[in-house]
């Protein structure tokens, strides 16, 4: 390794060749909501069918899950709300995202170069997030009623089923967006785990998946 990149490396800074994509504290963002997902997610299957209550045995028991379930739940959503602080003006939507949904076929079959220009991210990844980010809201507006139904007038109790019954369909729109999200990103778009992982990209992949936000950067490069 040579010395420019030793330096790069201990500043937190890419080579020279590549660029900056997330920031330290972005990396730490993301694995700490993606983890706080994980365990929420599979202690929330644990309890939505007998037949996956095996989790719970795994991540501790019924009871320990039931007591860590709704914390680290909550921890996910401040994740959730974390990343909006951070990344909201970048995940707007706008003309060229609108002409990348029509065409959306081309993303799927790699043909990028078919697609309007995309900026630092792209509008299925837009979409993923605002996706999570409503599905967030009615986990964290359910989920109290769940945790403590006793508290629920009992005039009120007819309640609970549509509570239960939307706290599920949140968390499983984000289960299956999850999913679409780990793939995604490890087949179809190879380079964004290491890049979420070690901050940087080359600028092809800068050039090829995120052409305005790569042109941007080279601006501030030229003209700093």
Same mark, same amino acid.
């Given at each position: 390794?040579?010395?420019?990149?030793?330096?790069?490396?201990?500043?937190?800074?890419?080579?020279?060749?590549?660029?900056?994509?997330?920031?330290?504290?972005?990396?730490?963002?993301?694995?700490?909501?993606?983890?706080?997902?994980?365990?929420?997610?599979?202690?929330?299957?644990?309890?939505?069918?007998?037949?996956?209550?095996?989790?719970?045995?795994?991540?501790?028991?019924?009871?320990?899950?039931?007591?860590?379930?709704?914390?680290?739940?909550?921890?996910?959503?401040?994740?959730?709300?974390?990343?909006?602080?951070?990344?909201?003006?970048?995940?707007?939507?706008?003309?060229?995202?609108?002409?990348?949904?029509?065409?959306?076929?081309?993303?799927?079959?790699?043909?990028?170069?078919?697609?309007?220009?995309?900026?630092?991210?792209?509008?299925?990844?837009k979409l993923y997030y605002w996706g999570m980010f409503g599905s967030a809201i009615v986990l964290l507006v359910t989920g109290p009623v769940m945790w403590?139904?006793?508290?629920?007038?009992?005039?009120?109790?007819? +309640?609970?089923?549509?509570?239960?019954? *939307? !706290? =599920?369909?949140?968390?499983?729109?984000? %289960?299956?967006?999850?999913?679409? @999200?780990?793939?995604?990103?490890?087949?179809?778009?190879?380079?964004?785990?290491?890049?979420?992982?070690?901050?940087? +990209?080359?600028?092809?992949?800068?050039? *090829? !998946? =995120?052409?305005?936000?790569?042109?941007? %950067?080279?601006?501030?490069?030229? @003209?700093?």
């Amino acid at each position: 390794m040579s010395d420019a990149i030793n330096h790069a490396v201990l500043r937190h800074e890419p080579p020279l060749d590549r660029v900056q994509r997330f920031t330290w504290v972005e990396r730490i963002m993301h694995w700490y909501t993606a983890v706080t997902y994980m365990y929420a997610g599979l202690s929330g299957l644990a309890f939505f069918t007998p037949y996956l209550y095996w989790i719970a045995a795994v991540l501790g028991g019924g009871p320990t899950v039931r007591f860590w379930h709704p914390i680290v739940g909550l921890g996910f959503v401040i994740g959730i709300f974390w990343m909006y602080h951070t990344w909201s003006q970048d995940l707007r939507l706008d003309a060229d995202d609108r002409k990348w949904l029509d065409n959306v076929k081309y993303y799927i079959t790699n043909e990028d170069e078919k697609l309007p220009p995309q900026d630092k991210y792209d509008a299925g990844e837009k979409l993923y997030y605002w996706g999570m980010f409503g599905s967030a809201i009615v986990l964290l507006v359910t989920g109290p009623v769940m945790w403590f139904p006793e508290l629920v007038p009992r005039s009120a109790h007819w +309640v609970l089923p549509i509570v239960t019954f *939307l !706290h =599920a369909v949140a968390a499983l729109v984000t %289960i299956g967006g999850v999913m679409i @999200h780990i793939y995604m990103s490890i087949s179809n778009v190879p380079g964004s785990l290491k890049a979420i992982t070690e901050g940087h +990209v080359s600028r092809g992949w800068a050039m *090829l !998946h =995120a052409p305005k936000w790569y042109a941007r %950067i080279s601006s501030r490069e030229k @003209h700093p």
